[in-house]
């Protein structure tokens, strides 16, 4: 398998930051690949709240994830606060990427994590089916 590459955009459009817990780690002590996925999904939240929606009301739509890649780039530990920037690519007739870069701080210089991309479709929970997506202004 090709190692996967992530390409960023320039820009972020917001940042929080999450702090590691130690049921974060694996048995290798550090966090495992399954925790960053976690990480993404907790930065998106926080990303989606941070405009006044939530993954079953962005607009009146809901949305799904289809797919994820991450490129891991450093490890995480125990007491270890990640900043995580998440920014939305274009959005399509039914979905849009999300970019997110995973950072922590090292003896003053900021070190890349990762970085990941997650799918989203916009989708319809109460009828089960594809949604168009849409903008909608609050």
Not at 2 to 7: A, G, N
Not at 102 to 123: N, S
């Amino acid at each position: 398998m090709d190692r996967i590459k992530i390409q960023l955009p320039e820009k972020f459009s917001f940042s929080c930051t999450i702090p590691i817990r130690i049921t974060d780690l694996n048995y290798g002590g550090h966090v495992g690949n399954d925790m960053v996925l976690s990480l993404i999904h907790e930065a998106r939240m926080q990303y989606l709240q941070s405009m006044g929606y939530t993954e079953m009301n962005f607009g009146g739509m809901g949305m799904i994830m289809t797919g994820a890649a991450i490129e891991f780039k450093s490890e995480l530990f125990y007491g270890d606060v990640v900043t995580a920037s998440v920014t939305a690519g274009e959005i399509s007739k039914t979905g849009f990427d999300l970019f997110y870069k995973l950072q922590k701080e090292i003896d003053g210089k900021k070190v890349i994590v990762a970085l990941a991309k997650t799918g989203m479709i916009c989708y319809d929970y109460d009828r089960k089916k594809l949604q168009l997506c849409r903008r909608r202004r609050k």
